[in-house]
Structure formats: structure tokens, C-alpha cells
């Protein structure tokens, strides 16, 4: 079988995990602010607080920034469903944007009039939420240009997207929002197992930030209103939750952050390839915008023929090639039909980049043979399918 997606695990993360095991700490001990440090120092952001989760970044985040019952958070229907259910653990409502029909990200034309109409509502967000699809950047100086107009705070969902930049700023730098999150799902381009980054340039953020993800608890005399009880005293000044990364998990991540530059190369590298050999075919690749530079998490073509997709997505798993289809409507799920009455047709250019998309396996351990076999067996695929139906 070829994955869609797989990790990269080296002997060097082994022994770094290793040597976590053997030492005194498996977690809160020295893993998690190096590779907290380790992100700062590579996206150039100022503050970094890792968590369980990307999930859980997006949670505290949103928090952070003050979203609370009330509120409207918007974002990209063309996502996981976790960049949306973070406004609703806050008893905040959300709200979705419609993409680019080309890119499958938040399309600033489309959030400005959204804006104008929320405006005369008075009903602005209070946080919108872009997604960088496949670890292609959102052009995020208009939507950063907007945030300051309309008075909104913004979050990058970059949990595809770090080893990327845009406008000669890598992806996590902050330097077009408030806070940049990062996931390190196995499936993503650096992994820690588990795990996810809130990156920020704002003190202040990182350190509510840092609070909520232990329980809202601080050790910290500086912000205790009993500074003097004892060494055992903390205090808890928030309702925080355990959000904390292990040091297991941060050793794993540290020592893959060594490689990420190899693997956005490597990603880039085969993406080449696919784009090079899929020029044959009737389907576009989802492509970068042109002076930003992609991590390549996803290889997602656009059929012409979205009528096609069921049937070429069946025949390519049963194949053993594990194609995948990112992502379903957000607002369609169930859970949001029926709590939150998103009729279909809501954002159109969504759906029907839903209707014509499928993922090709893209990842470290792929060649430049299985790329070609990939998309021959693709081909094939399509071919016979013309045939059939009398060769148009
Ligand atoms: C993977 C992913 C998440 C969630 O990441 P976890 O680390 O699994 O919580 C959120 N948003 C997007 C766009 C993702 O792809």
C-alpha cells in the first residue's frame, strides 16, 4: 500500500526519545522549551508555546484573544473540522468564508464582502481563521490589511504549512496575524506524535497562552496575589486545561526540526514531478501562489471531471494507492447542520472544489518511480473511462 501521507523517524529521533526515557524528566523537564526555542528560531517568531495538539493551540488561542460567548469566529470551510470547533469550545459561534476557487483558501474578496455585510449587521467576527491548505500560504496581506480595518484579530492555521513562507516570511513568523499555529500530527511535515505550537510575537498573548495550556496555573510571584505562602504555593488565576506537551514528545520534535528543511525539499522535489507527469492528464494540480514558497503537505489535483472522482478515488485505493479527498465542507457535517442550519450551497466555490478534488500520496518515502506510477495508473484510469462512456 502507498500512504497518502507517512512520518520520517530516524535513528537520531530514536535515540533522542531514548535518551528522554532514560533521564528524569518525561515531562515539564528541558525537551519542550528547546523545541519551543527551536521553532522560534527557525520561523522568527518571537514567543512559542507547544501543546498536546494543534487542536489545542486553536482552542487557547481563540481564548487568548478574548473569544467568548457572544462572539463570531469565521474560517475556511475547506479545512479539518478542529479550525472551526475551536470558537465553539469558547461558547463562541462560527462562521465560514468561501475559497478561491483555485486554491481551496479563504479568498480575501470574498472576506471583504462578507466583512461590508457583517458590518451593516453589526455582527463582525471577533477572530477569523485561514487555513493554508496543502502548506500553500493564504495571501495573507490583504486578509492582514482587512484584520486592521475591520478591527478583527487573526490566527494562521498553519498545522500544514511550516518549512513554508510568504513574501519572504516564513509561515509562524507572524508577521501577517496574532498567532500561528502549527500541528504535529504524524500526517503533517514535522512530528512529535502528538503535538501542536502557538506561535506569537505578543508577550502578552504567550503568556496567557502559557496558563491556560497547565490548568491556569503559575508559579510565577510576579503574578500571584499571595507571593509570599511558601515554595509549594501556585496559584491558579484562570480556568485553564492539560494541554501539555511531554518532553517525550518535544525530543522527537526538536530532532525532526533538524530535518525540516530536507523534507520541505523533498516534498517540493516530488511535487515537480507529479506537476511535470500530471500535465498529461485532464486535472489541475492546486498550486502555491506565485512568490510564496509551499511545505507541500498535500498534493491535491482538480479533476475536470468531478464525476469521475468516486469512482477513480475506489479503483486507486483498491489499487493499494491510498488517495484521500481533503476536505468535506466543514459546515455540511452534521453536527453543524443540524446545531447551526448551514444549508448546502452556503459557500458555492467550497463545494464544488469539494466535488473535484482528490489528494495524491505525497511524503518523504515516495520516488520519483512510485510518483510516475502513481499517476499512471491515474491516467489509465481516466482513460478507461472516457472510452467506455464512446471517447470524448
Ligand atoms: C491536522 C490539522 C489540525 C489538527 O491538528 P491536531 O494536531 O491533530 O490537533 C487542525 N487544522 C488543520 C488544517 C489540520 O490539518
Avoid at 528524569?24 to 526555542?37: M, N, R, S, Y
Avoid at 503537505?297 to 468516486?310: G, K, P, Y
Wanted: aromatic residues 8%; hydrophobic residues 40%.
Amino acid at each position: 500500500m502507498i500512504p497518502y501521507g507517512k512520518q520520517d523517524i530516524s535513528q537520531a529521533d530514536i535515540d533522542a526519545v531514548v535518551e528522554v526515557l532514560k533521564s528524569d524528566w518525561l515531562t515539564q523537564g528541558p525537551e519542550v522549551p528547546a523545541f519551543e526555542k527551536a521553532v522560534c528560531d527557525y520561523t522568527g517568531a518571537k514567543h512559542a508555546v507547544a501543546v498536546n495538539s494543534a487542536t489545542s493551540a486553536l482552542h487557547i488561542a481563540c481564548l487568548a484573544l478574548g473569544v467568548g460567548a457572544g462572539d463570531v469566529v469565521w474560517t475556511s470551510p475547506i479545512t479539518f473540522v478542529a479550525s472551526a470547533n475551536c470558537a465553539l469550545y469558547c461558547g463562541a459561534d462560527v462562521d465560514f468564508v468561501d475559497v478561491d476557487a483555485a486554491t481551496g483558501n479563504m479568498c480575501p474578496k470574498a472576506l471583504e464582502l462578507k466583512l461590508v455585510a457583517a458590518k451593516a449587521n453589526g455582527r463582525l467576527p471577533k477572530v477569523v481563521i485561514p487555513v493554508h491548505l496543502c502548506g500553500h500560504s493564504c495571501d495573507m496581506a490583504p486578509i492582514a490589511a482587512l484584520a486592521s480595518e475591520y478591527g478583527f484579530k487573526l490566527i494562521e492555521d498553519a498545522s500544514h504549512a511550516i518549512g513554508g513562507s510568504y513574501q519572504g516570511k516564513r509561515i509562524g513568523s507572524c508577521a501577517f496575524s496574532d498567532i500561528t499555529v502549527f500541528s504535529f500530527h504524524p500526517v503533517k511535515i514535522v512530528t512529535s506524535a502528538e503535538g501542536g505550537m502557538a506561535l506569537t510575537n505578543s508577550s502578552e498573548l504567550a503568556e496567557k497562552m502559557e496558563l491556560l495550556r497547565s490548568h491556569g496555573i503559575t508559579k510565577a510571584a510576579s503574578l500571584m496575589t499571595r507571593p509570599n505562602e511558601g515554595d509549594w504555593y501556585y496559584e491558579q488565576l484562570q480556568l485553564g486545561f492539560n494541554y501539555r506537551m511531554t518532553d517525550l514528545q518535544a525530543a522527537l520534535g526538536l530532532s525532526q526540526m533538524a530535518r525540516l528543511e530536507t523534507f520541505v525539499q523533498t516534498r517540493n522535489e516530488l511535487a515537480c514531478t507529479y506537476r511535470d507527469v500530471l500535465a498529461q492528464l485532464s486535472a489541475s494540480v492546486v498550486e502555491p501562489l506565485s512568490g510564496s514558497h509551499s511545505a507541500w503537505h498535500l498534493m491535491i489535483v482538480c479533476l475536470d471531471v468531478s464525476a469521475q472522482r468516486r469512482r477513480l478515488f475506489d479503483e486507486m485505493r483498491r489499487m493499494g494507492i491510498q488517495v484521500h479527498v481533503h476536505y468535506f465542507p466543514v459546515y455540511l457535517q452534521p453536527y453543524y447542520q443540524s446545531h447551526y442550519q448551514f444549508q448546502e450551497g452556503y459557500c458555492p466555490r467550497a463545494e464544488q472544489f469539494y466535488q473535484s478534488i482528490l489528494t495524491l500520496p505525497l511524503h518523504c518515502h515516495l520516488t520519483d518511480t512510485s510518483v510516475n506510477f502513481i499517476v499512471s495508473q491515474l491516467k489509465a484510469l481516466m482513460d478507461s473511462t472516457v472510452n467506455s462512456e464512446g471517447g470524448h
